[in-house]
């Protein structure tokens, strides 16, 4: 039974914003799909250092000492001693040459095993921070990716572990990058194993940033950046509102805490900007009202301090910063939200065709508003309680929740689907967030088992079937069918193909088409491939 839709996507012909075109749209998702980069920052609390001594104080006392103890009332220098030379009585611990024998005995030893004042360089933050940083190899330059996509490894004052100031816990902060899932998997799995090894974690003081951007450099003498021409306000605002659209959604997906009643950390650091309307403001006064909104900083939903504007309000610096996410030990997690938060843009232009998204109408609103209490709270004054969320309501509303998390992944697919196995670790995410199987008690490992796209038989037909399709190397068929069966028999005929695919289960001819078969229908289904008439074959989008 089909349904529409139409109550949901509602949108206004602004006066002063004209839609997109067509061609338009079309200009604005290539060029975007290009240039478009997302950076990440991941922050860690590392182990508290509880001592300073490194075994070396001379101050202590050997293990062995007791005030009945005799061994240190012995003078070390006493076979020397003039006095006891010329026959007389040694003075012991009152001569004032008076020596204790412990600074030569072979026998001293510190007790420094149960002292509370040792240090341990498993625990030195500082050690720690430098060992992640000499791993990571930072490039220290945004022009370039490095051997590991990391910028820097850097302190921060939020965080735990360090000997204060901004020198606490770690964050490390990648260099943007374009978009591609593996891409993104392999730069976080690569900075959470090393940090993880190093004793970092992460608790509700922790969290991860993206920034959304087209590349620039904004020196003293020159200003350079990647856009060709300004973004126009219109796709701005349609992110803005998408964002406002879909919150709720967005932090019930990146929960990373352990507790019903504390599922995620607070709203400080991440103000809602679901009262801020791009409806009734330009891009220009939305950045400054997100700002105001998060006590005259950064810390907003969405952060568009970095943002420039020429004078019709257009956007000559594009950098968004999405500061919705907690500290998630996931790489899988991780490079699935930062593919997401590239469909979003992309969406953003979609939709411009038709005008400035609406929200759907009050009573969305009101729900909308209720159920963001729930979820996104606490802005408790810096030293006045926990920087928890109180969550306490969130899984009596799980339905409400999941059901709009699907709903944001769905309307992203068409995008997600291009940058690799985004969509089917977000469909899992916004079924079973992070946090709620940490309620379960699994741990990160275990969470980053059921998250992880592993290349299983599926995706090593999918190689070996986009050869065909990517080289041509059967065409001018009839049809669909036609083309399937030629290529079933064409691998089946080749020994060093047929020979992987029969090692992952796939027994004769039949079974074979009928997997190629299937594969095919979900790549059109997905919009991936198409059939073109004049060449005779598939052709992947």
Known sequence: ??????????????????????????????????????????????????????????????????????????????????????????????????????????????????????????KDPDKLRRNIMTALNPSNHYGSIGSTGVHSVVGDGSLLGGSGGKNKGVEVITVGRRVDYWEFFKMANKILSTTLKNGGWVNERCSIHMHL????????????????????????????????????????????????????????????????????????DVK????????????????????????????????????????????????????????????????????????????????????????????????????????????????YYIREALDLIQQLKHILIKTGPAYEVLEKLAEMPAALMRVEGRTWEQIEDYMKISLTNESILNLAVNEYIDLRLVDKCETIEEWIKAVTVNMWEDEQVAKTIKDNNINDMPELEEAIKIMVKDGQNNGELIWSESLGTLVGI
């Open 213 to 284: 951007l087209a590349s620039y450099y904004n020196g003293h003498e020159a200003y350079y950046t990647e856009l060709e021409k300004p973004v126009p306000d219109l796709i701005l605002a349609n992110f803005h509102q998408l964002v406002r659209r879909y919150q709720n959604a967005l932090v019930w997906m990146t929960m990373g805490l352990s507790e019903p009643e504390r599922l995620t950390r607070w709203e400080k650091y991440r103000v809602s900007v679901l009262e801020i309307s791009a409806l009734r403001h330009r891009m220009t």
């Open 1 to 122: 039974m089909s349904r529409s839709n139409r109550d949901k996507w509602k949108f206004i012909k602004h006066p002063v914003r004209d839609s997109l075109s067509g061609m338009d749209v079309i200009y604005w998702k290539n060029f975007l799909n290009k240039v478009l980069k997302v950076g990440i920052e991941l922050e860690f609390n590392l182990p508290e250092a509880k001592g300073m001594c490194k075994e070396d104080n001379p101050l202590c006392a050997c293990q062995s000492y007791s005030p009945d103890a005799s061994c240190w009332k012995k003078c070390a220098i006493e076979s020397s001693c003039k006095r006891v030379i010329s026959g007389k009585t040694c003075l012991g611990e009152t001569c004032s040459q008076f020596t204790q024998y412990c600074i030569i005995c072979t026998d001293f030893r510190r007790p420094c095993e149960q002292c509370n004042h040792k240090t341990d360089p498993k």
């Open 288 to 399: 400054q009202l997100t700002y105001e909104v998060s006590g005259g900083n950064k810390y907003a939903f969405t952060n568009y301090t970095n943002m420039q504007y020429d004078r019709s309000g257009d956007a000559t610096t594009l950098h968004i910063e999405l500061r919705y996410m907690d500290g998630i030990v996931s790489p899988s997690i991780v490079a699935a939200i930062a593919c997401l938060n590239h469909a979003l843009m992309i969406k953003a232009v979609e939709i411009s065709r038709y005008g400035l998204l609406k929200m759907p109408g009050q009573e969305w609103f009101k729900e909308t508003k209720r159920m963001k209490k729930y979820i996104l709270n606490n802005m408790k004054p810096y030293g006045e309680g926990d920087r928890f969320g109180h969550t306490e309501n969130v899984l009596k509303h799980k339905d």
